[in-house]
């Protein structure tokens, strides 16, 4: 009869795990481009609610199904989109809460979600958390950077840099 307590048999189980949890702790890291247009004919994303107030946007809500793409230009390669709402929430700033499904439609993450929620700033610029995700994201945690790379009077572009745990 094998014996389980032997030191061999510890060692060969305790290896394992360490190995399955430092291959769980190493983050993927996703880098993509989030394009929004938010103004004009055929618009990405609409102002749906507002409180009307003289020189504020406190209390306005956005919804957006936004595309994801590849790169920074408007033509590059389409990977997923982006579908959430965002909620102007300070007096001081012209910060929104924004709660956020990043759905991919190519590669190994095609079908695959990460759901994201936390504040943008008036700059654009965010470090928001990643609460979960479906498909190959189930499970998931982690961090997602956020930064304007261009804007124009109708759209802008925001580099998106994904830190997931799944
Ligand atoms: C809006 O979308 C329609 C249909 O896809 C397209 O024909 C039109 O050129 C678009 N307009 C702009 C300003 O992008
Ligand atoms: C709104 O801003 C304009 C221009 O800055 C200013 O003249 C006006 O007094 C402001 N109105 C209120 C209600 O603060
Ligand atoms: C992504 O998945 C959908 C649904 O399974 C499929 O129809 C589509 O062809 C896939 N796209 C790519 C680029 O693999
Ligand atoms: C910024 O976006 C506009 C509109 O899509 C585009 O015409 C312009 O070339 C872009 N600028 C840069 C530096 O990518």
Redesign the pocket.
């Known amino acids: 009869m094998a014996n389980f307590t032997r030191p061999s048999f510890l060692l060969f189980f305790l290896s394992t795990f360490i190995i399955q949890l430092s291959a769980n702790h190493a983050p993927i890291h996703l880098r993509f481009y989030f394009h929004e247009k938010y103004r004009g004919e055929n618009a990405t994303s609409n102002v749906v609610a507002t409180l009307n107030r003289p020189n504020s946007t406190f209390g306005n809500i956005v919804v957006f199904d936004n595309p994801l793409r590849a790169g920074p230009e408007s033509n590059s390669k389409l990977i997923g989109r982006a579908q959430g709402t965002a909620v102007r929430s300070s007096f001081s700033e012209e910060s929104a809460l924004a709660a956020i499904t990043l759905l991919f439609?190519?590669?190994e993450f095609?079908?695959s979600s990460i759901s994201l929620i936390g504040l943008v700033d008036g700059s654009g610029s965010a470090d928001r958390t990643v609460v979960g995700g479906s498909g190959r994201f189930r499970m998931a945690k982690g961090y997602v950077l956020t930064k304007i790379v261009n804007s124009t009077a109708v759209s802008l572009v925001a580099q998106y840099d994904a830190y997931i745990l799944s």
């Open positions: 439609s190519e590669g095609n079908g």
